[in-house]
């Protein structure tokens, strides 16, 4: 890198400095950076999104920032490049960079003048600075004293506008209003009492083995997917759902609504289409909410409708089949997880939660639209980016214990299966390519949610490979087949290879 480039990556980094503070002072709800990264997470196709997701799972929101910004400095570092030979190139490529930043920060859904003024603010900030680092210092009569004294006043400089662009940084991360929103918001929702106790776990649907997954999952376990960068933060007193579309009535229900008409308490087991044989992007809570069928009943869906489009108030879309949500299932909009009120991260202050279907089809959190419409008129979120349109789980079964070497002699194999809103009605482990043997299923409330097995091994000494099936209570037993997590959810058996000692 040359001199020139790295003076251009320093102003670029007091500009993204500027721009974050100028958001902050703004309280401005998403900083340029943030809009700029969302827009990166919504143009990202998704054949390109799903290995990064597999590889580096829920960090993928940091990185993304990360490579951002390392983007934006590099793309700086070509526009200081250019300063000294091309300054009208240098100066065109700096208001490309505002104009996108712009376009990022006005395409979002909390796009806002303070937002704009924050990018101008770091154009200006980003030609100011290279302005500065590039001034001709007065030449002395001695060539050598003038070049070290021009050499001690440039690391000045440098020094200056280093620091600060940390103390605008810093300071501009301490000032987020999101910051500020997010713990009042925590307060809030911590003193929200839902009509509702948390239950207990059922009878014999954990079979406590140690290392298994529990049967239930903790709201700090469950996991999380989602495309926000900073998770949505609603005031559940602001809130409301708008219906319409293809229905008789439009309706706008708020929370006061909701839990006026009583809330009812599902188990139901979410599972997201990402999750790869054997992974644990599957999680199994009671959620308590209010059914959508009622709702749509009110709203009086139109023949020829057979998709609710819902989408998120950061504008993520989801398309369901109408049947899934009245068939009486227990599809619901729900506002408790566990007894509480829906952690913010998992959809607080409303979500949609509708057993049998992958998350990506189904589970809209932070849900503030719902649209009737149709299959033919309408694509959703994922659906844009190559995933299927429809996405009913695929029953599924995975080893939980062991995973990697034990002692001889008996050892228990368990782990869990899952076919919601069908059933599991048997599981099977098989070690190398011995014959199949029945597991012992734990017993539940439910269909909906995923069932612990276990299977007693005698273990010999050696390498062996253990391997698990399930089948439903539709009678289909699972493929061996691998099938691919896109473009709707991985088949093929889970298997684990074990050195017994
Ligand atoms: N608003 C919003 N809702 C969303 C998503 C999202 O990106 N945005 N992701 C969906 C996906 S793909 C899954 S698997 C589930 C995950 O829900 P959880 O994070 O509560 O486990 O949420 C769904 N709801
Ligand atoms: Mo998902």
Redesign the pocket.
């Given at each position: 890198m040359t001199s020139h480039r790295l003076l251009g990556v320093l102003a670029t980094a007091a500009a993204l400095a500027a721009s974050q503070l100028t958001a902050a002072v703004l309280g401005v709800r998403e900083s340029p950076v943030l809009a700029i990264a969302q827009t990166a997470i919504a143009l990202t196709p998704g054949a390109v999104a799903e290995p990064i997701i597999s590889v580096v799972g829920t960090a993928d929101k940091p990185i993304t920032i990360v490579v951002v910004v390392v983007a934006v400095l590099l793309l700086g570092g070509v526009i200081g490049s250019w300063w000294r030979p091309h300054r009208t190139r240098a100066v065109a490529g700096a208001a490309v960079l505002v104009a996108l930043a712009t376009a990022a920060v006005l395409t979002r859904p909390y796009g806002s003048i303070g937002g704009v003024v924050a990018c101008l603010v770091g154009g200006l900030v980003l030609l100011g600075v290279l302005a500065l680092l590039h001034r001709e210092p007065s030449r002395s009569g001695d060539e050598d004293a003038g070049q070290a004294f021009s050499r001690r006043r440039m690391i000045k400089l440098v020094g200056a506008v280093a620091v600060a662009t940390a103390v605008a940084g810093t300071a501009s991360e301490l000032l987020a209003s999101r910051h500020r929103r997010r713990r009042d918001l925590d307060r809030m929702r911590a003193a929200l009492r839902l009509p509702t106790r948390r239950l207990p776990t059922p009878r014999g649907a954990d079979q406590n083995v140690t290392g298994q997954a529990p049967w239930r999952t903790s709201n700090r376990a469950?996991?999380?997917?989602?495309?926000?960068i900073s998770p949505p933060l609603i005031d559940p007193t602001e809130w409301t759902l708008r219906i319409h579309g293809m229905v008789d009535r439009e309706m706008t229900v708020t929370y006061e609504n909701l839990i006026d008409r009583g809330l009812r308490d599902a188990w139901v087991t979410?599972?997201?289409?990402s999750n790869p044989v054997g992974g644990d992007?599957i999680?199994n809570t009671v959620f308590s909410g209010v059914p959508m069928k009622d709702l749509l009943d009110e709203a009086g869906v139109q023949s020829g409708a057979d998709m609710l489009l819902s989408t998120?108030e950061?504008g993520?879309t989801?398309g369901t089949p109408l049947a899934a949500l009245t068939d009486g299932r227990d599809a619901m909009l729900a506002l408790g997880m566990d007894g509480v009120p829906l952690p913010v991260?998992?959809?607080f202050p409303v979500?949609q939660v509708v057993p049998g279907l992958?998350?990506?089809v189904s589970?809209?959190?932070?849900v503030t639209d719902w649209e009737v419409t149709r299959f033919d008129d309408a694509e959703a979120y994922?659906t844009q980016r190559g995933w299927s349109a429809e996405g009913p789980i695929k029953t599924h079964s995975r080893i939980d214990v062991p995973r990697t070497t034990v002692d001889a002699g008996v050892v228990t194999v368990a782990g869990v299966a899952w076919a919601q809103h069908t059933g599991i009605t048997k599981v099977e482990v098989r070690v190398d390519d011995g014959a199949w043997q029945k597991a012992e299923l734990a017993s539940v409330p439910t269909d909906d949610t995923w069932v612990q097995w276990r299977w007693e091994w005698d273990a010999h000494r050696g390498d062996h490979r253990l391997q698990v099936r399930a089948t439903d209570a539709s009678g289909y037993t699972q493929t061996s087949e691998r099938a691919d997590v896109v473009p709707d959810g991985a088949t093929g058996y889970h298997g684990v290879d074990i050195s017994v000692a």
């Amino acid at each position: 890198m040359t001199s020139h480039r790295l003076l251009g990556v320093l102003a670029t980094a007091a500009a993204l400095a500027a721009s974050q503070l100028t958001a902050a002072v703004l309280g401005v709800r998403e900083s340029p950076v943030l809009a700029i990264a969302q827009t990166a997470i919504a143009l990202t196709p998704g054949a390109v999104a799903e290995p990064i997701i597999s590889v580096v799972g829920t960090a993928d929101k940091p990185i993304t920032i990360v490579v951002v910004v390392v983007a934006v400095l590099l793309l700086g570092g070509v526009i200081g490049s250019w300063w000294r030979p091309h300054r009208t190139r240098a100066v065109a490529g700096a208001a490309v960079l505002v104009a996108l930043a712009t376009a990022a920060v006005l395409t979002r859904p909390y796009g806002s003048i303070g937002g704009v003024v924050a990018c101008l603010v770091g154009g200006l900030v980003l030609l100011g600075v290279l302005a500065l680092l590039h001034r001709e210092p007065s030449r002395s009569g001695d060539e050598d004293a003038g070049q070290a004294f021009s050499r001690r006043r440039m690391i000045k400089l440098v020094g200056a506008v280093a620091v600060a662009t940390a103390v605008a940084g810093t300071a501009s991360e301490l000032l987020a209003s999101r910051h500020r929103r997010r713990r009042d918001l925590d307060r809030m929702r911590a003193a929200l009492r839902l009509p509702t106790r948390r239950l207990p776990t059922p009878r014999g649907a954990d079979q406590n083995v140690t290392g298994q997954a529990p049967w239930r999952t903790s709201n700090r376990a469950f996991y999380r997917i989602d495309t926000a960068i900073s998770p949505p933060l609603i005031d559940p007193t602001e809130w409301t759902l708008r219906i319409h579309g293809m229905v008789d009535r439009e309706m706008t229900v708020t929370y006061e609504n909701l839990i006026d008409r009583g809330l009812r308490d599902a188990w139901v087991t979410l599972c997201c289409v990402s999750n790869p044989v054997g992974g644990d992007l599957i999680s199994n809570t009671v959620f308590s909410g209010v059914p959508m069928k009622d709702l749509l009943d009110e709203a009086g869906v139109q023949s020829g409708a057979d998709m609710l489009l819902s989408t998120s108030e950061d504008g993520w879309t989801c398309g369901t089949p109408l049947a899934a949500l009245t068939d009486g299932r227990d599809a619901m909009l729900a506002l408790g997880m566990d007894g509480v009120p829906l952690p913010v991260e998992h959809g607080f202050p409303v979500r949609q939660v509708v057993p049998g279907l992958y998350g990506y089809v189904s589970a809209t959190k932070w849900v503030t639209d719902w649209e009737v419409t149709r299959f033919d008129d309408a694509e959703a979120y994922w659906t844009q980016r190559g995933w299927s349109a429809e996405g009913p789980i695929k029953t599924h079964s995975r080893i939980d214990v062991p995973r990697t070497t034990v002692d001889a002699g008996v050892v228990t194999v368990a782990g869990v299966a899952w076919a919601q809103h069908t059933g599991i009605t048997k599981v099977e482990v098989r070690v190398d390519d011995g014959a199949w043997q029945k597991a012992e299923l734990a017993s539940v409330p439910t269909d909906d949610t995923w069932v612990q097995w276990r299977w007693e091994w005698d273990a010999h000494r050696g390498d062996h490979r253990l391997q698990v099936r399930a089948t439903d209570a539709s009678g289909y037993t699972q493929t061996s087949e691998r099938a691919d997590v896109v473009p709707d959810g991985a088949t093929g058996y889970h298997g684990v290879d074990i050195s017994v000692a």
